[in-house]
Each structure stands twice: as structure tokens, then as C-alpha cells.
């Protein structure tokens, strides 16, 4: 079946810009989490989703990011007001959210963002 | 805080040699335990994962890991590989109870034919 895809799949924006950064998960997938990957701080968590529980946010980087996920399925990571260093490839994944131990994150391709 | 550590950043090898990269974790608890690869210009893809039980674990394409809780370790292995593993490597943890992945810097690794 079709996997987590992730649009746009590169994004250029200009310092101060605001920038909105989609995530479509596996269908039938409740739980949704956000990564970013980045030169200096390597594969970070971000913010995730599980069904109709308040999102776990302990790892947005500033009050500048936010996310939303609506009806359960798609998710739009925001981020207000760019900066040079939120220039990275954003990972979306999503996995079945049972809550078994161990459970699969399939990730999607990523968007690079370039922050000028 | 929690956190993984990969010990080798760029590993280069010829075809069918034996590789093993290593991953250590700094937490107490119960941990669950990942190895995931990225092919050049694909998505990061699970290799394998241990969660309970035989802590010799097998996944695709022949590789292997093995959790040993004494030393926090969870190192992947391959006893030959080929150009195709060409790759980079991250190995990860959940935490008990916790979903979300904290992951190691990633192993680079280049096999020359």
C-alpha cells in the first residue's frame, strides 16, 4: 500500500517567512510524529500525535513551531518566523499507534527546507 | 538526559568483509531497541528491532543485532557485505512507555567492489 508521503519535497524560503510543511500518513495509522534531521544535531524528535490524546510537544525546538493534526489523519508542521538554523530535512512517520512495545515507525521522504 | 551513541561516524570496507557497528545507550529502564538504514536518496527504513526476548535479533538483508543489557548495547552486524549496503545507519531506543525515537548520529558506511 502507499506509504507516508510528505509535500513539498524541497522548500526555499527567506528568513522571517513562514513556512507550512505537510504529512499524509499510512491510512488507518493513528499515531504521527515529526523529525528533523539536521548537519548539527543529527535525527531529533519533535512533536507526536496518537489518536485523540493532546500531542506530545516536549520536543519543538521554540514557540516558532507548531503542529496540527486534523480528523486524525493529515498533519502541517508550521513554522513562523524562519531562522537560518531550522534549515533541515523535516521527517514525518507514522506507525499503527496500538501502543504494542516496539511498535514500526515508517518514515516518509522528508522535506529539505533551505532557510536563506 | 537519555541518549545513543554511535562510536564509528564513517566506515569504509570492501566487499565481503565482516562489519559491525557499534550502538550504546545511556538509560536504566526498559528500553526497545532499533536499527534503521538510509539508502542514498531513499526514506529511512526499518533494518530490525528488539523488544522482548531472544536478544540475538535477525532482520533483513543479513543483518544482525545483539542487545546485551549489561552493557547498554545493541551493536548491528553483518558477517558480509556487499556494495549494495552502502548506506547510512542509525540505531535508536523508545523508551518504556514512550513512542518517540531518540537516535544515535548514524554510522556512514561505504563498501568499494
Known amino acids: 500500500g502507499a506509504g507516508v508521503s510528505q509535500s513539498p519535497s524541497n522548500k526555499v524560503t527567506e528568513k522571517g517567512k513562514d513556512v507550512e510543511l505537510r504529512c499524509d500518513p499510512i491510512?488507518?495509522?493513528?499515531?504521527l510524529y515529526w523529525y528533523r534531521q539536521s548537519l548539527g544535531q543529527g535525527l531529533e524528535f519533535l512533536i507526536y500525535?496518537?489518536?485523540?490524546?493532546?500531542?506530545?510537544k516536549s520536543g519543538l525546538p521554540s514557540d516558532r513551531f507548531s503542529a496540527e493534526r486534523t480528523g486524525g489523519s493529515v498533519s502541517t508542521l508550521t513554522i513562523q518566523r524562519t531562522q537560518q538554523e531550522d534549515s533541515a530535512v523535516y521527517l514525518c512517520?507514522?506507525?499503527?499507534?496500538?501502543?504494542?512495545?516496539?511498535?514500526?515507525?515508517?518514515f516518509g521522504p522528508g522535506t529539505r527546507l533551505l532557510v536563506l | 538526559a537519555q541518549s545513543v551513541s554511535q562510536h564509528n561516524h564513517h566506515v569504509i570496507l570492501s566487499e565481503a568483509a565482516s562489519l559491525e557497528l557499534g550502538c550504546n545507550y545511556s538509560?536504566?529502564?526498559?528500553?526497545?531497541l532499533f536499527w534503521y538504514v538510509q539508502y542514498p536518496g531513499q526514506h529511512l527504513q526499518l533494518l530490525l528491532k528488539?523488544?522482548?526476548?531472544?536478544?540475538l535479533v535477525k532482520g533483513i538483508k543479513g543483518f544482525e543485532a545483539e542487545f546485551i543489557k549489561s552493557k547498554f548495547s545493541f551493536n548491528l552486524r553483518k558477517p558480509s557485505v556487499q556494495w549494495s549496503d552502502t548506506a547510512e545507519y542509525f540505531c535508536a531506543v523508545t523508551l518504556y512507555n514512550t513512542d518517540k525515537l531518540i537516535f544515535g548520529t548514524g554510522t556512514r558506511l561505504q563498501v568499494f567492489p
Open positions: 512517520a507514522s506507525s499503527r499507534g496500538d501502543r504494542v512495545s516496539g511498535e514500526t515507525q515508517y
Open positions: 528488539y523488544f522482548s526476548g531472544d536478544p
Open positions: 538509560y536504566g529502564g526498559t528500553v526497545n
Open positions: 491510512s488507518g495509522h493513528t499515531a
Open positions: 500525535f496518537q489518536g485523540n490524546s493532546a500531542p506530545d
